[in-house]
Structures are given as structure tokens and as C-alpha cells.
């Protein structure tokens, strides 16, 4: 039996963050539906997990002459096939 991935922080604030607007306005059941689609949206769709990716926190260096490392502790990255590739 497989883990389930491990929880991803900065996906969890994003995913609350573009639920904000609907809580208290829509009921409890269509907020857990919406936060379903967002968490999937979020962690699956190709163009989304780069967009998460990108927005994500970085190593900010202490000295100019340092050299960042970036460390992507996000989930497993998916292939993005391109029209024509095996």
C-alpha cells in the first residue's frame, strides 16, 4: 500500500487563499467541493503546478557571493508530453 504524499504546506495556503472569498457565502458541502477541484487543480494541471512553482518561497543568499540553492520540496513534478513524444 503506497503513503500518501507528504502534506505540502505552501499548496495548503494557496489552496485556503483562493477559498477565502466563498467562505460564509456558499454552504459547507459546495466549499469542500470547490476546495477538492482547487487542491487537485493546484497539484495536477501541468500549467498550475509551474505557476505554483514559481511563486514559491526561494533561499534568499546572506552574502552576494553565495549561490542559492533551490530545494523543491513540492509534490513529484508531472511529465508534460508534448505534441509528437513517446
Same mark, same amino acid.
Given at each position: 500500500?503506497?503513503?500518501?504524499p507528504?502534506?505540502?504546506?505552501? +499548496?495548503e !495556503?494557496?489552496?485556503? /487563499?483562493?477559498?477565502?472569498p466563498y467562505?460564509?457565502? *456558499?454552504?459547507?458541502?459546495?466549499?469542500a467541493?470547490?476546495?477538492e477541484?482547487v487542491?487537485d487543480t493546484l497539484?495536477?494541471d501541468?500549467?498550475?503546478?509551474?505557476? +505554483?512553482? !514559481?511563486?514559491?518561497? /526561494?533561499a534568499?543568499p546572506?552574502?552576494s557571493?553565495? *549561490?542559492p540553492?533551490?530545494?523543491?520540496t513540492g509534490?513529484?513534478k508531472?511529465?508534460?508530453?508534448?505534441?509528437?513524444?513517446k
Amino acid at each position: 500500500m503506497s503513503q500518501p504524499p507528504p502534506k505540502d504546506d505552501f +499548496l495548503e !495556503a494557496e489552496v485556503q /487563499r483562493a477559498l477565502a472569498p466563498y467562505r460564509g457565502r *456558499v454552504s459547507a458541502q459546495e466549499l469542500a467541493a470547490l476546495e477538492e477541484v482547487v487542491r487537485d487543480t493546484l497539484a495536477n494541471d501541468p500549467v498550475a503546478v509551474n505557476l +505554483l512553482r !514559481a511563486a514559491r518561497p /526561494r533561499a534568499v543568499p546572506q552574502q552576494s557571493d553565495q *549561490v542559492p540553492v533551490f530545494q523543491d520540496t513540492g509534490p513529484p513534478k508531472p511529465a508534460i508530453k508534448r505534441s509528437g513524444e513517446k
